[in-house]
């Protein structure tokens, strides 16, 4: 079965820490997204990423960083200067170049402590 | 500054009766809307969309309705079921630009037995 996954579903980090978030998938999928929900706004865009070894800042991109060594993984890192780190993130992927809906993962949650 | 604006944050209607969820943007450019609908503790799975070209588009008991002018796109869910109980996105892009996809907050949908 195709699909995007998420690791793990819930994370805690103590302040000052960096944590990273994992994202694989399988579905050949050429663009990869990393968004943050937080309660009562939208999806926010962190950062994409249409091929391997390039990406681009989202709106809110402060506090992140990403990598794209291979076409299926796509990982962000939380830094400890994210000031508000304590959201739920959501990883994508798509077929760049299409009106093609995303494929989403069931999420992180992470949580400051 | 939101670009797709879901002002009902929850919705809930009787068991066979029709769910209307409403969607407003602001950018004239944008050309192409999507819906999303998203379980608990799952990413959100891509439900319908409509180009600008079209002002419905249909597939099964879902229909959106798009109104250019007024900037306003709805969802119809004819007749609603418990299982469509879930939180629905809307969704915005211009054209093939898939990375500047903007979403609203959501609505909750309850649909009672």
């Known amino acids: 079965d195709g699909g995007i996954t998420q690791s793990p579903k819930y994370l805690f980090r103590k302040e000052g820490q960096n944590v990273t978030l994992s994202c694989e998938q399988n579905l050949n999928h050429d663009a990869m997204y990393w968004y943050r929900q937080d309660p009562g706004q939208g999806l926010r865009l962190i950062y994409y990423?249409?091929?391997?070894?390039?990406?681009q800042k989202g709106d809110i991109a402060e506090g992140y960083s990403v990598s794209r060594e291979k076409k299926e993984s796509f990982p962000l890192t939380v830094t400890s200067a994210q000031k508000n780190p304590t959201a739920f993130y959501l990883c994508?992927?798509?077929?760049?170049?299409?009106?093609?809906?995303?494929?989403f993962g069931s999420g992180t949650r992470l949580t400051v402590v | 500054d939101q670009q797709v604006k879901q002002n009902s944050p929850s919705l809930s209607v009787q068991e066979g009766r029709i769910s209307i969820l409403n969607c407003d943007y602001t950018n004239s450019m944008f050309d192409y809307f999507l819906w999303y609908k998203k379980y608990p503790a799952e990413g959100p799975t891509f439900l319908i969309s409509i180009s600008s070209i079209k002002d419905k588009n249909e597939d099964g008991r879902f229909t959106v309705f798009l109104n250019k002018s007024a900037k306003h796109l709805s969802l119809h869910i004819v007749p609603s079921q418990p299982g469509d109980s879930a939180v629905y996105f809307c969704a915005a892009s211009e054209g093939y630009n898939n990375n500047d996809m903007r979403f609203g907050a959501g609505t909750r949908l309850t649909v009672k037995p």
């Open positions: 994508a992927s798509t077929i760049w170049g299409r009106n093609y809906g995303y494929t």
């Open positions: 990423s249409q091929i391997v070894n390039d990406f």
